[in-house]
């Protein structure tokens, strides 16, 4: 299985940036995926998940109302729209996926398999 990781970069607070991760190796629309996260110096956090389907999502409080997670099962890919960023979001953004697609939904301490990560910085 690969996860791959893409979009990250430098934006100012209040911009917005797309993530991508490209799934292979896994029958895709049969996993719930999920977005987490790991500020410099902090333990790794949740983001969003989206079952599936794609029917059902789950955030963070403190990315609510501002984060949209959203599938492509045709594509195998899976993405985060953040808007309205802040420089508390800085962080290494990773796609995941459980080791089974029976795991539902993904957790932070579940048996995953993880992409490599992509930098998100938001300055002030």
């Known amino acids: 299985v690969q996860l791959q990781a893409s979009g990250g970069g430098l934006v100012q607070a209040g911009g917005s940036l797309r993530l991508s991760c490209a799934a292979s190796?896994?029958?895709?629309?049969?996993?719930?995926m999920g977005w987490f996260r790991q500020a410099p110096g902090k333990e790794r956090e949740f983001v969003a998940r989206?079952?599936?389907?794609?029917?059902?999502?789950y955030y963070a409080d403190s990315v609510k109302d501002r984060f949209t997670i959203a599938r492509d099962n045709i594509k195998s890919t899976v993405t985060l729209q953040m808007n309205n960023l802040k420089p508390e979001d800085t962080a290494v953004y990773y796609c995941?996926?459980?080791?089974?697609?029976?795991?539902?939904?993904?957790?932070?301490?579940?048996?995953?398999?993880w992409g490599q990560g992509t930098l998100v910085t938001v300055s002030s």
């Open positions: 190796g896994l029958t895709f629309s049969t996993y719930g």
């Open positions: 989206i079952m599936s389907s794609g029917q059902r999502t």
């Open positions: 995941a996926a459980p080791k089974s697609p029976w795991i539902s939904p993904i957790t932070l301490g579940g048996d995953n398999y």
